[in-house]
């Protein structure tokens, strides 16, 4: 069995009417339902969005992609070090921005959104929610990858490893934290002498053991050095036009499933030139998103597949057998 997630509702007085399930508990206080309790509620976490500079022009990074406000490193990391609660993101609804996307973006990494009603939004956020718990055991999946990240991620370490995960997820790369076990690579994400000697086994077995020539002084450049190291031999995924799109790549023990979330920041539909290329060869691949399934051609690159995909909205899963 998935394990049950708090899926928090932000209310006072008494509920409102109709069906609330899978709502599960009230943020806050209120009647009719349990209050949260357990949770881990970061509270760095921001509104899920492309960010906007002046005169409303969207900031963009060195690259030139679109710079977005995302939890997703967020939630891995708060889940890596402690892993016996709950993450919930209470993030507040700003003019302009989606529920729907600050839901979805929790969900598709198995946390949850502090719902705060709203009349326009109610059922397309109900329906979002069942959505996640009929696929909840998405949440027992690991993300698809080649390169572990180690470090602290306290004290003078925490910018550093916070932002590595943050960018590594803008470049597409596939990580877990911690340890790398039956992974090939691995990153050394501080400025403390490098514990080496703990991973001598698995370095002698055949692991990469990465640390950025330049050090950590420039994380952006730092990353792209460790992307660069890995080569792109090593990538398990890479999206093409994907512009405010970050990925979230998952597979179940044993293989024969995974799920590529991905979600949009810009709120509105991306391009009809979107496409995504996995390094292994799934055999089949449907679309799901909070309305219907679409069945999706594939087509052999590369050793892997390649996927052209529709327009998209906030979010959208590419469920995948084989």
Known sequence: MPPSIPLPLRWTGKLPAGELAPLNCLFGGGEGMPA????????????????MGRGGNAES?????PWIN??????????????????VLD?????GGSALLALAEAMAYGASWVVTHSPETWAVVLAALR???????????????????????TGEDALIGEEALNLLARRQVGYRIGDP??????????????????YSAWIRGGG????????????????SAVHLALTRKRDVMRLWNAGSI??????EKGGKRGVAQLINYAGNPSSDDTSIWLARPWKSAVLSTFEKQTALKTRASNGGIEIALPPLGVYAAIELEG
């Open 36 to 51: 949260l309790q357990g949770a881990q509620i970061p509270k760095r976490a921001l509104w899920p969005s492309v960010r």
């Open 61 to 65: 990074g060195p690259t030139g992609a």
């Open 70 to 87: 995302a939890n997703g490193w967020l939630i891995r990391l708060a889940q890596y070090l402690d892993a016996s609660k709950p993450v």
């Open 91 to 95: 993030t507040k609804p700003v003019a």
């Open 131 to 153: 959505f996640f718990e009929a696929h909840a055991e998405w949440r027992t999946w690991e993300p698809v990858a080649e390169l572990a990240v180690i470090g602290s991620f």
């Open 181 to 198: 076990g039956d992974l090939r690579a691995a990153v050394w994400a501080s400025k403390r002498p490098a514990p080496r000697e703990k």
């Open 208 to 223: 990469k053991w990465i640390e950025p020539a330049g050090g950590w002084d420039d994380v952006y450049a730092a990353v």
């Open 246 to 251: 970050n990925c979230h790549y998952l597979a």
